[in-house]
């Protein structure tokens, strides 16, 4: 009785290898995998809102439901190609380019792109942080409203015009030791 339901386990769960990874164009992902000398085709099974398309030699789990060995379904696995962490923390992560999202054992997050990292959004973007550090060079092409204070350490330049409460700072200028309202215009020499 125990061979033979262990031999039913068999039949139902086993390891194998993605063998062409196919296109990822029909609304079910198929797969062929290849398991003991036999390749056969099986369909890619993720978690709901996850997705990929696993290469060619990925290692999988593959499920037989009903014991039917002709229906397949495939978990595949990115195991080897994985980022190494520390208990507790979870990683999004992309076997080939090494781009990574990382949830700490500590609460942060760290994105870690291998090329660009492009949010886009129809509406907004919103940070909401007390402090919001910027590492390296900033370049805005669009316009920039700022309510509160902003400290510039440094020099700062601009190719464009600067409003200060109405008065055009770059035709803006005072007279050593001369008269004048600080608000005036420009005053000739």
């Known amino acids: 009785m125990v061979d033979k339901m262990m031999n039913k386990l068999k039949q139902l769960i086993r390891l194998a290898m993605v063998s062409n990874h196919g296109a990822d164009s029909a ?32 290692l999988c789990l593959v499920l037989s439901p009903n014991g039917n060995s002709e229906e397949r379904i495939h978990i595949p696995t990115s195991m080897p190609d994985r980022p190494q962490g520390k208990p507790g923390e979870v990683f999004l992560f992309h076997p080939d380019s090494g781009s990574v999202v990382k949830l700490g054992e500590d609460g942060t997050i760290t994105i870690t792109a291998a090329s660009d ?15 919001v550090d910027v590492l390296t060079n900033l370049a805005v092409s669009g316009d920039a409203d700022i309510t509160g204070t902003l400290d510039a350490a440094g020099i700062t330049s601009s190719a464009g015009l600067i409003d200060q409460n109405g008065i055009e700072m770059s035709t803006h200028e005072h007279i050593a030791n001369g008269t004048g309202n600080p608000t005036d215009g420009p005053q000739a020499p």
């Open 27 to 58: 609304p079910i992902t198929t797969q062929q995998i290849k398991y003991h000398g036999k390749i056969g085709n099986s369909t890619s099974w993720y978690p709901y809102g996850l997705h990929s398309v696993a290469k060619d030699g990925s």
């Open 117 to 131: 990292l492009i949010l886009v959004s129809p509406t907004k973007i919103e940070l909401d942080a007390p402090t």
